[in-house]
């Protein structure tokens, strides 16, 4: 960082990249660092909170195999609507703060989205982790269709049956390879289905009737 780059930053700045505070000089008067090693330190913070919102994104999918919700896709489009705001957030605060611009309630709105997938994801864990298997509730049904969506991250497979919920009109299955090769539509199948230990229902297997 140039002398003339540290001036520039010193006209700017109002707030301190890495505490907050307000600055009225190019070293922070909260927490001593310079505008520079501000936003250094605001980089590193930035760069971990991006992996801890990557981890998360990739569990979920993986958790969402172990125990998928009934509701799976509903919650993959809420899913994928958090991972665009969180990447458009993200894109803006770096730009902003190479810029050195105020970015206060940016960086407040982006830890608590940041987090939302792995909480997401620990609340799907527990919601079939700690279900009991006698809480499981077998239900009759036929196959309506199938389809199979080919990805790297996510790969859906769904077996389509006529609902047995109000008002819902079917139920996507998301089932793992196996059972997606067993059943054909028409098929006579049994459903298993768990309340789940946080009451989001999910499915357990399909059987052949
Ligand atoms: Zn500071």
């Known amino acids: 960082m140039g002398r003339f780059e540290s001036r ?10 890495d505490c907050g505070s307000p600055r009225t000089a190019d070293q922070c008067p909260a927490c001593g660092l310079t505008s520079a090693a501000a936003e250094v330190m605001f980089r590193r913070r930035f760069m971990k909170r991006t992996g801890i919102f990557l981890a998360g994104s990739l569990a979920f ?6 125990y998928p919700p009934l509701d799976l896709d509903l919650m993959l489009i809420f899913f994928g ?21 105020e ?4 960086k407040h709105v982006f830890s608590v989205f940041m987090l939302l997938p792995s909480i997401l994801s620990v609340m799907l864990f527990m919601n079939g982790r700690f279900d009991s298997q006698k809480n499981l509730t077998d239900i009759n049904a036929t196959v309506y269709s199938r389809y199979n969506m080919p990805g790297v991250v996510l790969r859906m497979r769904r077996l389509v049956v006529r ?3 109000n008002p819902q009109k079917y139920e996507r299955l998301a ?6 090769d067993r059943f054909k539509p028409g098929d006579e199948v049994v459903v298993a289905v768990e309340p789940g230990a946080l009451g989001i229902p999910w499915y357990f297997g399909v059987y052949r009737r």
């Open 61 to 66: 999918p993986y958790i969402s195999q172990i």
């Open 163 to 165: 609902s047995w919920r």
């Open 175 to 180: 089932v793992d390879a196996d059972d997606y």
């Open 103 to 106: 970015i206060e309630i940016l």
């Open 8 to 17: 520039r930053a010193m006209n700017n700045i109002t707030r301190c990249l």
């Open 81 to 101: 609507v958090i991972f665009f705001v969180v990447l458009a957030i993200a894109i803006v605060l770096e730009r902003r703060a190479r810029k050195r611009q």
